[in-house]
């Protein structure tokens, strides 16, 4: 995968972020990872709010690139996927995991009730967070004005 | 110690049966363990027969499985004559393209494919993936359609792993594994203890996962016992 064959198959466009964006994004993952702590919550619903959270930092390290995942089936594997080319090896071993990550939460919610284990909730509350810590370093290391 | 010595004493029928038991045992890890399959076939025909047994409903076409095998098609072309010639694929043509899956009314096809199953199948490629977590395993197995041997050709292969291996850490495995299976391994993971206290409390899930068939690829029905405190 590179930007150049996810421009010219329309699955990624070009795209100049801004800190307000940015911050958004941020103010979303907050909620999202504070949400997923909820203890009242099914391990389903924390799995699958955590797994937003770190679908939206693939999305900022994207922006930051200056990039953004077009809206079109597949586009959260693109996302996750392209990770990769943003953050390099350090962005490989998350890919493979919020990939797993992602068919799961597709089960959850569009197919069956009862599939994330309390095991992997908690798992990927602490992986999404971890992810999220790694993007925002990546950020001020790479993009020192866009930082938090 | 060749695999049939022993230092077992013979003058006891339960000394003859654990030791039969470790003879089995020792053959079965010896046969996936050496090149079975290279002494038996050239490289190319191998992975043929392993994509076509390993899911014999599924038509393959030419370049998709010269893709998966990571060959040109036209290195493909003369084992694929060869094995349809002699019964043990067939094809069929669509146009210009052809066609070809395992024959399963062959007399050999059951025999081939368990040969294969034992020695390049799913549950010694997930065997192998999980090796390397060594104890943070305590159980896996294969479950659902596919260890009842009711799996489409495109069917997901769902997996139980019961320790301290997450997904996380099992992950880059799979998306190997799944490389060379050529279709989603999709894992559930739990830690002993939730996994335990499920069973206790009636779970309606794991116990119909419990009930139903399963193909351990780390430990056995005693390892999952334990786990669950039987």
């Not at chain 1, 996927?81 to 953050?87: F, G, I, Q, R």
């Not at chain 2, 290195?75 to 067939?90: F, K, M």
């Not at chain 2, 390049?120 to 596919?146: C, D, M, R, T």
């Not at chain 2, 997904?167 to 739990?190: C, F, H, I, M, W």
């Amino acid at each position: 995968m590179t930007w150049t064959k996810l421009l010219a198959n329309k699955d990624a466009q070009k795209h100049t972020t801004s800190k307000k964006e940015l911050d958004n994004m941020r103010a979303l993952i907050a909620r999202d990872l504070a949400d997923a702590s909820l203890a009242g919550l099914s391990a389903d619903r924390r799995f699958a709010t955590a797994y937003n959270a770190a679908l939206q930092a693939a999305n900022m390290a994207i922006a930051c690139a200056g990039y953004r995942i077009m809206s079109k089936v597949g586009h959260h594997r693109v996302s996750l996927e392209s990770t990769k080319l943003v953050l390099g090896k350090a962005g490989h071993n998350y890919a493979d995991y919020f990939e797993t990550c992602r068919r799961k939460r597709n089960t959850i919610d569009y197919t069956f009730s009862n599939v994330a284990t309390e095991t992997e909730a908690k798992e990927i509350l602490v992986q999404a967070s971890r992810f999220y810590g790694e993007v925002e370093d990546w950020i001020t290391k790479n993009h020192p004005s866009l930082k938090m | 110690m060749g695999i049939w010595t022993t230092n077992l004493d013979y003058s006891t029928p339960a000394a003859l049966a654990v030791d039969s038991l470790r003879n089995m045992r020792n053959n079965v890890r010896n046969m996936r363990n050496s090149s079975v399959l290279t002494a038996l076939f050239p490289q190319v025909r191998q992975g043929v027969l392993a994509a076509t047994l390993g899911q014999p409903d599924k038509w393959w076409y030419l370049s998709e499985l010269a893709d998966r095998l990571g060959t040109s098609p036209s290195s493909l072309q003369r084992e694929l004559s060869s094995l349809v010639a002699s019964g043990i694929l067939v094809h069929r043509r669509e146009g210009t393209r052809v066609y070809f899956k395992a024959e399963t009314q062959s007399p050999v096809f059951r025999d081939l494919q368990q040969l294969f199953e034992k020695t390049a199948g799913l549950a010694p490629i997930l065997e192998h993936i999980l090796k390397p977590f060594g104890n943070k395993i305590q159980s896996a197995f294969i479950y659902g359609s596919v260890a009842r041997s009711r799996e489409h050709a495109m069917s997901d292969v769902d997996v139980m792993v019961i320790g301290r291996a997450g997904l996380a850490d099992l992950s880059p495995a799979l998306r190997k594994a799944e490389a060379q299976l050529g279709r989603d391994v999709n894992v559930t993971a739990y830690a002993p203890e939730e996994f335990r206290e499920k069973i206790k409390s009636g779970d309606h899930f794991l116990a119909a996962v419990l009930r139903g068939r399963k193909q351990f690829v780390k430990g056995g029905q005693s390892d999952l016992d334990e786990i669950v405190g039987k």
